[in-house]
């Protein structure tokens, strides 16, 4: 089977850092990694620019594209891999839906935020907005300048009061059946037990993963989830965290709440962010 995966770029050492760790991961696939750049992110300030700049913009974007495309022949020199580039005239949330949608893309990566963002930010906008509009395919989004860790470890984080169809898990098992990775689901304390429906949902969730190597841990509800995540990550040496983005999820939490509340959620790890 070969994977589609879209690779959003907008030229920057952050959008490079998630092309090598999709090269990476996917180094033993057959892959065709699509290179997509939305000139707009560039033009949106600007107003009435004159078709003819427009056009010299759209030549460059072409030619960054190219020289992106070769990078990576070069780089990776992988006969299971080949490479496409998209350029769209498009917002880039338009055109990184339309793109999943043409060429049925099984995964979109990318850095976590653009030339422009703000180092105190996890999630820079267009990533927010991605995340928010896709409801086709999950997107792995890259820290800022990180090294490819194996992915040997798995958080899924989750308080059982939601049912995860196989549907959804699809896309953390494909990633654990990568290298044989362990999963590890995380729940956080806030009750003394868990009810009849949060038992309900666990005795889904283990039949569904039979087949993989998970463990279960109970986390005591010591302080915000974001804290709570953040060091559940570093003392099981998580390579990689899992989510599924449903209404009212955690997920769906940070990426509402108010800019300056958001400081607080920096996984330091690739985080697979799953459209329920």
């Known amino acids: ?124 906008s267009n990533t927010i907005r991605i995340i928010k509009s896709l409801k086709l395919c999950p997107v792995l989004i890259i820290p800022e300048e990180y090294d490819f860790v194996t992915p040997t470890q798995i958080a899924f984080p989750t308080d059982y009061n939601r049912f995860y169809s196989n549907k959804e898990l699809k896309p953390l098992k494909e990633l654990t059946d990568l290298y044989d990775s362990k999963i590890r689901i995380m729940h956080i304390n806030t009750e003394e037990e868990l009810n009849d429906i949060q038992e309900y949902n666990l005795e889904a969730l283990k039949s569904y993963l039979s087949d993989y190597e998970y463990t279960l841990h109970w986390m005591p509800d010591y302080a915000n989830k974001t804290t709570e995540i953040n060091d559940f990550i570093e003392e099981l040496e998580i390579d990689l965290l899992a989510m599924v983005n449903y209404k009212h999820s955690f997920i769906e939490k940070i990426i509402n709440e108010p800019v300056i509340k958001k400081i607080g959620f920096h996984p330091n790890v690739p985080f697979l962010v799953i459209p329920e």
């Open 1 to 124: 089977m070969r994977r589609k995966i879209l690779l959003p770029t907008d030229f920057s050492d952050n959008s490079w850092s998630a092309v090598v760790y999709a090269l990476k991961l996917f180094k033993d696939e057959f892959c065709t990694f699509y290179f997509i750049n939305s000139t707009t992110i560039k033009v949106s300030t600007l107003s009435n620019l004159s078709n003819k700049l427009l056009k010299a913009m759209e030549e460059d974007a072409m030619r960054e594209l190219l020289e992106l495309k070769e990078l990576a022949e070069t780089s990776d020199a992988n006969s299971n891999h080949d490479f496409q580039i998209i350029l769209s005239s498009e917002e880039l949330k338009t055109a990184v839906k339309k793109a999943v949608n043409e060429w049925e893309i099984d995964m979109v990566i990318m850095g976590t935020k653009g030339a422009t963002g703000a180092k105190e930010f996890f999630f820079g």
